[in-house]
C-alpha cells in the first residue's frame, strides 16, 4: 500500500530557483525507504514536504491516494497522526523545561487521540529501553544517545505508520550510533522509516529502497542492494566512496 506519493514535484522558495524539480517517489508500506544526498541537495526541502510543513510548487503530492491539502482537516488529522519525526540534533529537538513523560505524551495530547496515556508513554519508553523511572526526569539528565531515544519514543507512541528520520544518527558517536541502528531495525518492524541522510552506508544498513539527490533532482532511485553493487551514476559512485559508512564499523 502507498503511503505517501510525490508526483512531478517542484519546490521553490519564494521567486527563486526550483530547490526541487520533477521529484516522483513513492513511499510504501513495510519498505522503508532512504534518502541521500550532501548539503545543498534538496534533502530538507523534500523531508518539509513529507512532513506537510510545505505544498510543492508545482505536481501532486498525495497521502493513501487523496491529495494533502492543509485546507482538509479530516486528511491532515490522519496525515499527523500516520506521520512522526525524529530530527537530527537530539540536544534541541527536546524542550528542557518538560519531564519527559510531558514530552513523550505530546502527540497524544495534541492529537486527541484516545489512549491510555500513562500506558502508553510506558510502552514507548520500554520500546526504546529506557527505564520506567526516564518518566519522571528531565532531557539534561540524559546522555545525547538516551535523548536521541526519547525522541524515537514521542515518535512512536501514537503508532504512526511512518516515521521519517533525520540524519538521526550523525550527532552521535560512533558506540552509540551502532545502538540506534539496532533500534530502529527493531522499530521498523512495525512502522515503516524514511531516513534522510548524507552518509549512504548508514541507511543502506536499514532501507530497503534508496533515493539519490543531487542539486534537487533525483539522480538515481531503486532497491539499496542493486544501487550499492552496481550504481549508475557517478554522483552515487561519488558518494559510496568518500562517505564514512556505518556498516564498516557494524
Request: with cysteine; net charge neutral; aromatic share 4%.
Amino acid at each position: 500500500m502507498s503511503l505517501i506519493d510525490l508526483s512531478a514535484v517542484s519546490f521553490a522558495y519564494g521567486r527563486g530557483r526550483n530547490v526541487l524539480d520533477g521529484i516522483d517517489l513513492k513511499i510504501e508500506a513495510g519498505r522503508n525507504l532512504g534518502i541521500v544526498g550532501e548539503s545543498g541537495s534538496g534533502k530538507t526541502t523534500i523531508l518539509r514536504l513529507l512532513l506537510g510543513l510545505a505544498r510543492p510548487t508545482a505536481g501532486r503530492m498525495t497521502f493513501r491516494g487523496e491529495g494533502l491539502d492543509p485546507g482538509n482537516r479530516a486528511v491532515m488529522r490522519g496525515f499527523r497522526r500516520a506521520v512522526q519525526a525524529v530530527f537530527q540534533d537530539p540536544y534541541s529537538s527536546l524542550d528542557p523545561r518538560q519531564k519527559v513523560f510531558d514530552i513523550v505524551a505530546e502527540p497524544l495530547r495534541s492529537l486527541k487521540i484516545d489512549m491510555d496515556i500513562d500506558d502508553a508513554v510506558a510502552g514507548a519508553l520500554a520500546s526504546v529501553d529506557l527505564p520506567p523511572d526516564a518518566a519522571r526526569r528531565y532531557p539534561h539528565e540524559f546522555s545525547g544517545g538516551q535523548r536521541q531515544r526519547i525522541a524515537i519514543a514521542r515518535a512512536i507512541v501514537s503508532r504512526p505508520e511512518l516515521v521519517l528520520a533525520d540524519e538521526v544518527v550523525s550527532a552521535l558517536d560512533l558506540t552509540t550510533r551502532i545502538r540506534i541502528v539496532d533500534l530502529l531495525k527493531t522499530l521498523s518492524e512495525r512502522t515503516t522509516l524514511v531516513l534522510v541522510s548524507h552518509d549512504i552506508g548508514f541507511v543502506a544498513l536499514l532501507c530497503h529502497d534508496l533515493v539519490i539527490l543531487e542539486k534537487g533532482r533525483i539522480v538515481e532511485q531503486g532497491a539499496a542492494r542493486d544501487i550499492l553493487s552496481a550504481p549508475q551514476h557517478p554522483y552515487t559512485r561519488r558518494l559510496l566512496d568518500s562517505t564514512p559508512r556505518l556498516m564498516d564499523f557494524a
